[in-house]
């Protein structure tokens, strides 16, 4: 039938739109970025659907991207000849947010335009930016490998900036693909001319792997005007930029193509370019971000590495390909030997995966190892938003280990300020005459850390303590035992043993008052039962009467307290 049916939009989406429509306004432009991916991914779904099934390509082969402008109209259209959806597709894919945790992702906007228009990117809504510069959207596709007839029209148009219904209706398509018409709202004429859309896509789509045609354009004398000629040209580079030598490809060219394959707004904060050869072989091109991304802390992140073989498009969020204390980097792996129709699953069991993760994680650790050593304000800004959840990799790495425990930062004793910025490595080389351990205290609040009685002892002696406050600091430190070949040690577990730092006669005094107050010790004891283990005389206090103690094998006590307020 070809009956035009009327639908409403999901209720995020209406708000999606009216959000997008005002904070992303004064980047009006990357509302073709997000239609030329749209298309590029499309062509790259086409061309890897079709490694099963080579009639999808019909006889069309040479996948492309083509923008065109029509200044009597006044639309733009965007076409690709890439996979294109089916009824159900354009509907589902065009009138709803599929993704798992819309809510969340609205109730962390800020109203702030700028963070917000940020957040908006990376959350990659791309299709409903076009709305940014139209009030009317039309969509005909046809998805390949199905007939001329079974195409859809998709239709919306937008009265202000509310939009609360679409249609979709049968519609003949005889090539397959997507084409996007955006009726320009009034004031956005401007877009209506070759070299301004020359110049958007060059600057953000010139990496774009299919060519992105326009018609040529010749200047006419006698109409004073530049009128287009019957003849197409490639408007961007059409070549995998990872794929390039590294010295071709400028500073510009790269943070071009983070801002695409992060969907992000800002500059990234560190990059790593490398093929590596032997056994496997493979490259990668890895970014470390500057902000945190939004799903950091989601249960199910994005992860950021897209998968690549041989230059075709595998996966995006190949989550395999790096451990998740790693989440936040975001990049591109191209791989030589992997086979093109590795899915999920085959990656799950690949030790050529794991290889390659291998690879990419020790990539990262040596970017950020790079980064502390020789530009130390930027890893303080890293360390800011990613501190968290390098500490991590404390415990899910152990491959790692020392690595890692080289990148950790953390409060201390030394500056008693809640800014994590002492390294292991600052503490050794501060360590007292005869002091052979590392000493940390956790609490759950800085304060709390920086106040705890089981410091006492050390201020008075002038050893630095590690001040450790964030959650997960506890679970993460006991998995370190050591760097640098130096104990690392609770200050509130087991008995207190301060080596060479103890003072004998303080020791015989503390033996002493022992058995003065055995008879003490004992009735407190029986007080207070099976509360307790065990109730001794310290040398721990200097101010405070008491202090708990845990075993030295037994879990800390902020975890104890976290376990159980989760239930455990
Ligand atoms: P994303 O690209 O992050 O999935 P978008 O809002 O940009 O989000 O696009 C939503 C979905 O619409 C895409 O995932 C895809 O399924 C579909 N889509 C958009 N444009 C096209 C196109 N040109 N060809 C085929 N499918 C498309
Ligand atoms: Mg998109």
Redesign the pocket.
């Known amino acids: 039938t070809s009956q035009v049916e009327k639908r409403g939009f999901q209720a995020e989406v209406k708000q999606l739109l009216h959000l997008m429509i005002h904070s992303l306004y004064s980047n009006r432009e990357i509302f073709l970025r997000?239609?030329v991916?749209?298309?590029s991914?499309?062509c790259d779904?086409l061309r890897f659907e079709s490694l099963d099934n080579a009639a999808l390509f019909e006889s069309d082969p040479d996948l492309k991207i083509r923008v065109a402008f029509d200044k009597a109209s006044r639309t733009l259209t965007?076409s690709?000849n890439?996979?294109?959806?089916s009824r159900d597709?354009?509907v589902?894919?065009?009138g709803t947010?599929?993704?798992s945790g819309t809510k969340d992702f609205f109730s962390k906007l800020s109203g702030d335009k700028q963070k917000d228009a940020n957040m908006i990117g990376q959350?990659?809504?791309?299709?409903?930016?076009a709305f940014i510069v139209a009030d009317k959207v039309t969509?005909m596709?046809r998805r390949a490998g199905l007939g001329a007839e079974a195409g859809v029209k998709w239709e919306c148009s937008m009265a202000g900036d509310e939009a609360g219904e679409y249609t979709v209706e049968t519609y003949t398509k005889a090539q397959r693909?997507?084409d996007?018409v955006l009726h320009l709202r009034e004031g956005e004429d401007d877009l209506l001319s070759g070299y301004k859309l020359r110049n958007i896509i060059r600057k953000y789509s010139d990496h774009i792997l299919q060519p992105i045609v326009m018609q040529k354009e010749e200047w006419d004398a006698e109409k004073a005007e530049q009128v287009l000629k019957d003849e197409d040209e490639t408007v961007n580079q059409a070549n995998a930029l990872w794929a390039r030598s590294k010295n071709d490809i400028t500073e510009d060219e790269y943070k071009a193509f983070y801002k695409h394959v992060s969907?992000d707004y800002d500059e990234p904060l560190a990059w790593s370019h490398a093929r590596v050869e032997g056994r496997h072989e493979y490259t990668q091109l890895l970014y470390v971000p500057k902000h945190a991304p939004f799903d950091l802390w989601d249960r199910n992140p994005r992860h950021g590495l897209k998968l690549y073989v041989r230059r075709v498009f595998i996966m995006d969020d190949a989550e395999k390909l790096l451990p998740h204390y790693m989440r936040f980097v975001r990049g591109v792996v191209d791989s030589a030997d992997l086979p093109l129709n590795v899915s999920r699953e085959i990656l799950q069991e690949s030790k050529d995966v794991d290889t390659i993760r291998g690879g990419c994680t020790k990539r990262v650790l040596g970017m950020l190892s790079d980064l502390a050593e020789n530009e130390k304000e930027k890893y303080a800004e890293f360390w800011k938003e990613f501190g968290k959840v390098l500490k991590e990799g404390l415990g899910e790495d152990f491959s790692n280990k020392d690595k890692l425990a080289g990148l950790m930062r953390y409060a201390s004793t030394q500056t008693d300020t809640p800014e994590e910025t002492v390294s292991l490595a600052d503490y050794v080389s501060r360590m007292k005459e005869g002091q052979d351990k590392i000493y940390y205290v956790t609490a759950d609040s800085f304060n709390a850390a920086k106040n705890s009685p089981h410091l006492e002892v050390f201020r008075k002696k002038g050893i630095e303590v590690l001040l450790l406050s964030e959650r997960v600091d506890e679970w993460a430190i006991s998995q370190l035992t050591e760097f640098e070949g130096k104990q690392v040690v609770s200050v509130a577990k087991g008995d207190l043993d301060l080596g060479k730092l103890e003072d004998e006669e303080e020791k015989k005094k503390v033996e002493e008052q022992a058995e003065e107050f055995k008879p003490l010790l004992e009735k407190i004891k029986a007080t207070l039962g099976e509360r307790v283990k065990e109730v001794r005389v310290t040398h721990r206090l200097t101010d405070s009467p008491a202090c708990l103690v845990v075993d030295e094998h037994e879990m800390g006590m902020n975890l104890a307290r976290m376990l159980k307020a989760a239930g455990q």
């Open positions: 997000e239609l991916s749209n298309a991914d499309a779904k965007i690709d890439g996979i294109g959806m597709e354009a589902n894919h065009l947010i599929a993704k959350f990659g809504v791309g299709f409903y930016s969509v596709t693909g997507t996007i969907h």
